[in-house]
Structure formats: structure tokens, C-alpha cells
């Protein structure tokens, strides 16, 4: 039996206005490419028999050649696509199935009546403008430069991203050439294929924030892979949130972005005694940047939707009330378009880049590595510790200790919600739920210092902060009562991971 053919590209979209700049980016710049206008049509059954299945068929016209390709699921995530495809030559806009006996588009139901009940569902119409480049010995990549739109039903969206393919060598070097390219355009890696950007349009669906997922590592080899599968999944959530930031108006685009990069950073920190030195150096320092945009952003979204509106109606006066209000929307959309700027911005495309590259590059093998349970008890215990330290003494904590207390929380929460797929289900949900409860807590009080300071770049009118200041302490001294007494209740939940006299004791001898 032939190999499966299979493609490896890697889709980088680009920012607004960065298409023309493209040909002249490094390392592309005085290099000849070929232009030419290509139309393609997907087709699908009404029963969307080839969605459900993971297949996308396609007929395609590249300046006078038609082609039809199939492509089946694969590996896909931060932007790189592998998958099988299988394509063959036309004699013109006719689609033949029966070139297509050998591969699963035969092996669906109904195989031999598909031709009647397929039908276009979507079409893409772009300019497509074509590169070879044989970066090293061995390697070859094309990269193509599309700008036009993918329309469905009478609705469309633009299309304006690079692809870089793979035809030859390691992948490596697409993401080499993707991280020259972003250090003078502005682009990010696109994890979404035009066929699934089109099926998006034809089904007319607005678009959701997405939520963080808890996907199981109990099968990972080690530390190093726990920490790629991880990683990979806290990327997938950021960049399903990045094109609602720039596109919506929907804070919780903005919320789950930044839940996504603080994972994604609480997980780099729980693995990095695991991880070797550095390793994380080329991207850990832009996350940071990235989740402090976000979170200026998320800080006045919150102000203005939930915090000030309830204060305003405390206080009392309406039109005083609605002045500061607008002077809080002023303040929420500047630091919208901050987030945005920062989403779109070369060192957030670059820092993606480097990401995705780093969890899809296999993990060395570390010598004298503990087991993944033993390593997860360890972290866990670890964090514990630090937790029970400032819980002690919360009564005398001052705001910034009650802050630094709540991200000790925050991390252990993200840690037991990382590492619990390696224990009893049972009381991992409910430890995780007892510290989510701690940290609502923390946080009310720590949003109270952070509000009464927004109120005062508010300049808001006599009076008004006076009533503010009490206002805040009340639900500040209201969030620390909570918060004493949801610790006391997760620090009695059972520990559900193992004690250290029972790790050392399956420790192999020296």
C-alpha cells in the first residue's frame, strides 16, 4: 500500500495593512514570486456527512489548472497543520470522485450515491503570490502570500495570511522563516483553515468566547510532554479569543485571552524545574507584556460594567453618576484599543510563533526525571505550603500581601486543575472549586484598591471619592472575611495527592 501523502504547513494571518509589505520582508525581499488568481469551491452534503467525518473536499482553479483536493483530520495546533491530503489534477470545474476510491472519502456511508448529494457550501476567490525557498541542504518550503475573501451564504470575510508549506526537510524551518518574517510584520499564527473560517459563515453563528479546557496528561510519558500538552492547550485557548478581541465588543473575549496567557504562564512556571534551563527565555518575558495589556483592558472592563455603575447607584447622584461613567468609557475604550494594538503587534506575533513552536517540538528525554505522579505531588505539596503561609496571618495582611496571597491561590488552583487528571477525579473537583471559591474572595478585595484608584483618574467631584473610600472598604473588609473563612474550609479538604514520606518511599535506591 502507497504512503499516505500528507501536508505540513504552517498559517500565519496577517495583520491589517501588512499584505503589501510582504514581498519586501525578509528573507522574500528580491525574490521573483509567481502571482495568480485562484477560485476554489468546498462541498459538503446538506447532512454535512464530510464535517462530521473530518473531511474537506475541494475544487480549486490556480490560474488555468483545476485541481481537487481531500484533506482529512490531523494534528493541528498553534498554527501548524498536518494532515493527509490527497490532490489530483482536472480537466476543468467537474469534480471526479471516483479519483478518489483509494482514500476515506470512500469508506463513508453511502460512498457510492456521494456525488448526488454534494453541493458547494462556501467558495474562497484570492490572489495568491508563490515563493520557493531551500533555506538549507535538504529543506524546501513554498510560501504563499493570499489576500481576497471567503464567502458562504452571502456573508464574507477576508483573507489576508501567509503559508508556509513544508515540501521538503524539517519543520523547524518553517517556523524559522515564520519568526524572520514577524520581526518586521506584524502577523500571528492561524489555527483556524479557510475551510473551517468558511463553515463558520454558511452555520451564521456568532462567535463564542472560549473557555479553558482540562484535558487529561495522564498517559504523558513525563514531566517535559505534561508540559507541552499543557501549554499547547492554554495556546489553543488564547488564540480562539484573539480574533473576538479584535473584532467584538464582547468583554469576555478580553477575559478569557488574558485567563488563557496566565495560564499558559502559571503552567510554564509549575514545569520549569522540569524543563531545562531557559528554555521558555525566547517567549516568557512577551507573555508577560501581553498578559499586563490584557489585563489594563480587563481591569476597566470590570470597572465599568460592574463596579461602578453599583457604586454610582449607591451614591446616589444621578448626573454626577453618568459623568463619570462616560469619562470610564473613554478610559475602557482606549484601553481596548491598547489590547488590540497589542494582539496585532509584531511582538505578540513573534512570541505566538515561538510558542507554538516550542509545544510541538518534542521534549528531550531529562536523566534522573521522578515519575509525573511523584513530580505532581511535589508541586502540589509545594504550593500548599504557600498557600497555608499566607492564610496564617490574613487578618494582618495589607493590600499588596492579600494580592501576592491571591496569586499563590491562582497558581495552586491552575496547578491541581493541570495535574489533577493524574488523581481521583472526586477530589480534585472539589479541591479546585474550594480554591476558585478562595480566590473570588481575594479578589473582590483586591478589585477594591484597584477601583478606588480608577475613581481617582475619574476626577470625579467633591465629595464623590470620600464616599467612594468607604464604600470600597466595606466590600473590601467583606472580601477578607470571606476569604479567612473559605481558606479555612479548602485547608480541611482531604489532600488528594501523595505525602511526602509516601514519595520518597517509592523513590529507587541510590
Known sequence: MPPIPHETELKLVLAPGEAARVPSAAPLAGMAGRSNGVIALYFDTPARELSRHGLGLRLRRIGRHWRATLKAAGASGGGLHQ???WEYPMPGPLLDLSRFAATPLSDLPGAETLHERL?????TEFRRTTWDLAPQPGSRLEVALDEGRIVARGRESPIAEVEIEVLEGPVSAAFDLAEALAKTLALRPEPASKLAR???LAVATRPRPVHASHDSIADAQDAGEAARRIAAACLAQ???????????TDIEFVHQLRVAL???RSALRLFREALPSGEDAAFAEDLRWAAGALGRCRDWDVFVTETLPSLVRAHGDAQAGKAILARARARQ?????AAREAIVSPRYGLAMIRMARWVSTPPGTADGAPPLKEFASRRLRKGARRVEEGSAAIATLDAAARHRLRIEVKRQRYAVEFLGSLFKAQPVRRHARALARVQDALGLANDCANALAHVRELSPP???EEFARGWFAA???AGIEAASRLLAAAAGERRFWRRKREAIALSPPA
Open 333 to 337: 475604550r482606549e484601553a481596548r484599543r
Open 119 to 123: 453541493s458547494p457550501i462556501l467558495a
Open 238 to 248: 488564547a488564540q480562539a479569543n484573539e480574533s473576538g478581541v479584535l473584532e467584538s
Open 262 to 264: 496566565r495560564r499558559l
Open 462 to 464: 467633591p465629595g464623590f
Open 475 to 477: 466590600r473590601e473588609l
Open 83 to 85: 494532515r493527509p491530503e
Open 198 to 200: 468558511g463553515m463558520q
